[in-house]
């Protein structure tokens, strides 16, 4: 006996109380809330068996990108084989193990492709849909996410159960490739079909980042004081994004009260968490802002998460606190362990070698102080940057550092161009850019005197 799900799909449940917590469990992920964990356990509790229970928890575990949770994966995959082997699973089902089974060999990209390839079948499955939509955020693929979404969005409906939640994706997708007007529109009219979508109010918050207008962002977080209350770490996340609007307007005091009172409230290590802290503490420091030693907690968590190997963004990002906190022997074991990536066929071995490496020694080098060759090695990554995974805004720090190492060597004219072409990206101008170009513009003026004949002392007769 078959149950269906809350989008009408069969499931190998025979339990309605299972059935229930399942939904709970899908909706719960939809709306990235903290009570997920919970309704698959009670849902697992009820079926044991249930083998997509089991496998897409397994994917859940993958998406955390810690090396420990890589063996639970294993475990769940384990265990989602084998109730299938005693009892026959639909297609559906089979396909979140199948793609289980191909990320732990090494190819988030292609068990992406086959879920994919299974969502247009089953069009209106939302768990699918946002399954993909999370494997192609880690895996910086923007255009993958925006296919994925339109080839299925003729099949919702505003009566479809989630059709806030599928709003709230595309409206990150179409942000993430740059339809700014589009994404905007589409992330404010999905939070009138789910107000606990915030995945799709952070997508406008994206919009209003990359187009310049961090006051009118800040006021819009400001105004949904709810919207993220119910979630797990992701909360962290969206006042990360407040705190980027406040220190786009000057405000550092503000940013660094959000830092201490709730991105870092707790002292997680969880990669996500470490990315907002490290990220919004360089671009403080850029701004001229004594952080303090609020380095050191950052760079002990990551000492001991330099050798996890799993996640370049992770990588990169515990890279930042361990040079900035001044572990030199974690920073030295996280680069080797890239390089020694750097040579493995896999997904994360092309990603190492394209951009986490030459990034990862581009960051050692501006550290170091040795600014022209931080420059090199950091523009060498720039135009395959985002296949480290996360957005646009995330991946900012890095062309902010770029930036200032171009300005630090004296590459006034490459620190421009930099600028503009970081600009025509994100759709406007921003105080940073602004900043920066003030800056460029004095050097060139400079550069120019130096270089004036009639302005040199005549030589001596």
């Not at 492709?113 to 299974?118: E, F, K, P, T, Y």
């Not at 000057?250 to 990315?275: C, H, P, Q, V, W």
């Not at 770029?402 to 490459?414: K, V, Y």
């Amino acid at each position: 006996m078959r149950l269906s799900d809350q989008f009408g799909y069969d499931l190998t449940l025979a339990d309605k109380d299972a059935v229930a917590a399942w939904n709970a469990t899908v909706n719960a992920f939809l709306a990235h809330g903290k009570a997920t964990p919970g309704h698959l356990e009670t849902c697992l509790s009820l079926a044991p068996d249930f083998a997509l229970g089991h496998a897409t928890r397994g994917l859940f575990c993958l998406l955390l990108g810690r090396r420990e949770l890589y063996v639970t994966a294993r475990e769940c995959l384990k265990v989602a084989r084998t109730s299938a082997q005693n009892t026959p699973l639909t297609d559906r089902e089979t396909v979140v193990l199948d793609a289980l089974d191909i990320w732990l060999q090494g190819f988030p990209t292609r068990a992406a492709d086959v879920l994919d390839a299974q969502l247009v079948k089953y069009a209106q499955d939302a768990l699918l849909m946002k399954l993909i939509h999370a494997i192609r955020f880690v895996l910086g693929d923007s255009v993958g996410m925006r296919q994925s979404i339109d080839r299925v969005f003729s099949a919702y409906d505003e009566n479809h159960p989630s059709y806030g939640y599928l709003l709230g994706c595309r409206a990150f997708s179409l942000e993430e490739t740059g339809d700014y007007r589009q994404a905007e529109a589409s992330g404010r009219r999905g939070l009138e079909f789910a107000k606990d979508d915030a995945w799709g109010l952070h997508a406008v918050a994206h919009v209003h980042d990359m187009t310049g207008r961090a006051e009118e962002g800040a006021g819009w977080l400001e105004n949904h004081p709810n919207g993220w209350a119910h979630c797990n770490n992701f909360g962290y996340h969206v006042w990360w994004h407040l705190a980027l609007m406040y220190l786009s307007q000057g405000e550092a005091d503000k940013a660094l009260a959000l830092y201490d009172n709730d991105i870092r409230k707790d002292k997680t290590d969880d990669y996500r968490d470490i990315s907002n802290a490290a990220s919004l503490l360089v671009r403080l420091e850029l701004e001229g802002v004594n952080v303090g030693p609020r380095w050191d907690e950052l760079a002990l968590l990551s000492d001991k998460r330099a050798e996890d190997g799993c996640n370049v963004f992770a990588d990169l990002h515990y890279l930042l606190c361990l040079l900035n906190g001044g572990r030199r022997m974690g920073a030295d074991r996280l680069l080797n362990g890239l390089k020694e990536r750097a040579q493995s066929e896999t997904d994360i071995g092309r990603v190492s070698a394209e951009a986490g490496l030459p990034t990862g020694l581009g960051l050692e080098q501006y550290r170091k102080g040795n600014y022209a060759s931080a420059f090199s090695l950091l523009t060498s990554a720039r135009d395959n940057l985002n296949i480290i995974g996360g957005s646009h805004a995330q991946r900012d720090v890095f062309e902010r550092i770029t930036i200032d190492a171009a300005l630090r060597a004296g590459f006034s004219s490459e620190a421009e161009n930099l600028i503009k072409s970081r600009t025509h990206k994100r759709g406007a101008l921003d105080s940073f850019a602004e900043q920066r170009l003030e800056v460029c513009d004095k050097m060139q003026r400079a550069e120019r005197v130096m270089e004036d004949d009639s302005l040199r002392a005549a030589g001596s007769v």
